[in-house]
C-alpha cells in the first residue's frame, strides 16, 4: 500500500490536490478512483458482449473508428455550448447540474473530485452519442463496439485532463503543447480551446490560441460569468456554495507548471 492515499497533505478533506501531486500519485489515485474503475468495467462488459455478437471485423473497426472521429466533436460542443452557455446556472432545476458538471473545475481546477465528471452525467451522455452510431453500423455488436469505444477513450480524456492539471511538466514536447492551451482555457481566456486532447475542432472553428499575447486576459476565466452580480440575479449556484463566486481559486499562490 502506498502512502499516497494515507498522506494528509494530498487531501483536502475527500478531495485529491493535483497541485500537490506527482505523475506516480496521479496513476494511483486515478486508477482506484471509482468513477474511472466504473468507466473499465463497463468498458470490458461492453467488449464482452461485443464478442459475443461479433458483427466481423468490418463493423467493428467502423463503429470504433466512427465514435473516435465524432467524439471530439462531440465534447467541443457540450464544452462551448452547454458547460459554458449561461442558461444552466439561471435555471433553479439545472443550477446545481452547472456547479457540478464545470463551474466547480473552472473555481478550483486542482480537485480531482470536480475534476471528472459524474457518472450519472457522463454514462448516459456517452450512451446517447455512440449506441445509436453503434447500432447504424452492427446492431448490438456495434452498439457495444462504440459504447465500449466511448468509455475508452473517456478515460484517456480524464487522465490526459488530470495531467494538464497535475502541477508537473510533461517530458513529451506534445504533451507539453496540450497541457498548455488547456492551462490557457483555465487561467487566462475560458472562451477558447475547448479541446482536451485534440485542438482541431477549436482550430475548424477558429476558438484555437496559442499563447496569453493572443488575445487579452478573461476577467470572468474563474467564474465563467456567474459573478457576484449573477450570482444575487440566480443565487442558487451560490446557495449549493455556500459562498459567493470567486475571481480566482481559493489559496492557489502557485502557478500551473505548463
Ligand atoms: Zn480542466
Ligand atoms: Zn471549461
Ligand atoms: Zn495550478
Redesign the pocket.
Known amino acids: 500500500m502506498s502512502g499516497t492515499l494515507r498522506n494528509a497533505n494530498l487531501r483536502t478533506g475527500r478531495s485529491f490536490d493535483l497541485?500537490k501531486m506527482n505523475l506516480r500519485q496521479l496513476w494511483i489515485a486515478y486508477l482506484t478512483y471509482p468513477t474511472i474503475i466504473l468507466y473499465i468495467v463497463l468498458a470490458i462488459g461492453s467488449f464482452t458482449l461485443l464478442a459475443r455478437h461479433f458483427p466481423g471485423i468490418g463493423p467493428t473497426l467502423l463503429a470504433g473508428g466512427a465514435v473516435v472521429a465524432v467524439y471530439p466533436m462531440a465534447w467541443y460542443a457540450i464544452h462551448r455550448f452547454i458547460l459554458h452557455g449561461r442558461f444552466l446556472y439561471r435555471m433553479k432545476w439545472t443550477a446545481g447540474l452547472w456547479k457540478r458538471i464545470h463551474f466547480d473545475h473552472h473555481q478550483d481546477?486542482?480537485l480531482l473530485d470536480v475534476l471528472f465528471g459524474s457518472p450519472l452525467n457522463t454514462i448516459p451522455t456517452i450512451a446517447i452519442i455512440t449506441i445509436p452510431i453503434g447500432y447504424l453500423i452492427g446492431h448490438l455488436g456495434g452498439s457495444a463496439a462504440a459504447f465500449g469505444t466511448g468509455l475508452t477513450i473517456t478515460c484517456i480524456y480524464e487522465f490526459f485532463h488530470c495531467i494538464q492539471?497535475l502541477?508537473y511538466k510533461p517530458r513529451m514536447r506534445w504533451i507539453q503543447k496540450m497541457k498548455q492551451r488547456h492551462v490557457l482555457h483555465h487561467f487566462h481566456d475560458e472562451d477558447g480551446n475547448y479541446g482536451i486532447t485534440s485542438f482541431v475542432v477549436d482550430r475548424i472553428f477558429g476558438s484555437y490560441y496559442v499563447d496569453a499575447r493572443a488575445r487579452p486576459r478573461s476577467p470572468s476565466v474563474f467564474n465563467l460569468g456567474y459573478d457576484v452580480a449573477e450570482a444575487n440575479r440566480y443565487p442558487w449556484v451560490m446557495e449549493q456554495t455556500g459562498t459567493p463566486p470567486r475571481d480566482r481559486p481559493a489559496g492557489?499562490p502557485?502557478?500551473?507548471a505548463a
Open positions: 497541485g481546477p486542482h492539471h502541477n492557489a502557485h502557478r500551473d
